[in-house]
Nanobody, 122 residues
């Protein structure tokens, strides 16, 4: 079982950078693929990035490719999302999630954090 807690959200200006963290509890963190999703007001939750259990493979939504980087430190039971060159359209609640397999589908994720708000002003 995995419990996830996101942190690092906040209010920034367009072009700024922000790093989100997701701290996990449990004994099997490294066995889970991890993902970041986001949801803007009135919109469906969308995939942002995923990373395999070992950290050897990553996958990004086209909208964030080249700007965002997902990483993990299994020794610290933590996954990160480094967000650079932020745009107003990145404004959303960002969620960390754990999956039994490497996937971009939210249906594949068994555990979810509470979310952290990211607001990017123009």
């Amino acid at each position: 079982q995995v419990q996830l807690v996101e942190s690092g959200g906040g209010l920034v200006q367009a072009g700024d950078s922000l790093r989100l963290s997701c701290a996990a509890s449990g004994r099997t963190f490294s066995s889970y693929a991890m993902g970041w999703f986001r949801q803007a007001p009135g919109k469906e939750r969308e995939f942002v990035a995923a990373i395999s259990g070992s950290g050897g493979n990553t996958y990004y939504a086209d909208s964030v490719k080249g700007r965002f980087t997902i990483s993990r430190d299994n020794a610290k039971n933590t996954v990160y999302l480094q967000m650079n060159s932020l745009k107003p359209e990145d404004t959303a609640v960002y969620y960390c999630a754990a999956a039994g397999s490497y996937t971009s589908s939210p249906n594949g994720y068994d555990y979810w954090g509470q979310g952290t708000q990211v607001t990017v002003s123009s």
